[in-house]
């Protein structure tokens, strides 16, 4: 790891929006450092396009809603080397109508979603305040603005995310530390690989669906530019999906 270099932390960093998240900050001249649950193979492969861009890149695999898991993982090299970016990108879906859905369908959502933004940010802000400056993003959807049938537990984590980072907004702005959202609409990935997308992209402006990097670039934006005055807002990439 350069000692120049400014470090980024990328909480679900190994597939999809997290993916090129960290190639997009990799290109920028960041260090990576990257965690993810249990795909070993997609980590390392994202490991492998990092460093061919000429940047380090550590991984760390561990389930950020177990509180335990994330302070061993992070909770060393964290407080010797704060990270100067912070993307909170891990999050799953499991979509079920709220009459059908089952208590451990609400629970994983909720716990992997909202708590696992406990569980990092809990290890992270001590350092991170002490060092008096960083920006944190937040990868919230669309869902979480407006709602969305079929994803209520989805939609109360990603819009309790958007109230978490408006108030430690006003926690942490004083310390020069930035927080914002970025809330992307339909996204191809795998994720999204199952919707209904005959029937949303007519409810969609540009009548296109969004990319990995159209999500990456303004990430970079809120991560890069020198001349900051963006705190605590929610931006939205969607195509006008939410107006």
Known sequence: MSETKKIALIIGGSRGIGKAIALRLAKSGFDLWIT?????????????????????CQLFAFDISDHQATNEALGKITDETPPDVVVFNAGIARDNLMVWMTKE????????????????????????????????????????????????????????????????????????????????????????????????????????FGQVDDVASVVNFLCTEED????????????????
Not at 36 to 56: C, D, P, R, V, W
Not at 122 to 139: A, N
Not at 229 to 237: L, R
């Open 36 to 56: 993810y649950k249990s795909n070993h193979i997609a980590a390392e492969e994202t490991k492998k396009e990092i460093e061919s861009l000429k940047s380090f």
């Open 105 to 208: 369908e609400w629970d994983s959502v909720i716990s992997t979603n909202l708590d696992g933004f406990y569980n990092v940010m809990h290890v992270l802000l001590f350092p991170m305040l002490r060092q008096k400056k960083g920006r944190i993003v937040i990868i919230s959807s669309t869902s979480g603005q407006i709602g969305q049938a079929g994803q209520v537990n989805y939609s109360a984590a990603k819009a309790g995310l958007i109230g978490a980072a408006k108030a430690l907004a006003r926690e942490v702005g004083r310390k020069n530390i930035f927080v914002n959202v970025v809330s992307p609409g339909v996204i191809e990935t795998e994720m999204t690989s199952d919707l209904p997308k005959d029937k949303i992209l007519p409810l969609i402006p540009l009548q296109r």
């Open 228 to 243: 900051m005055y963006i705190h605590g807002q929610v931006i939205g990439v969607n195509g006008g999906l939410a107006i």
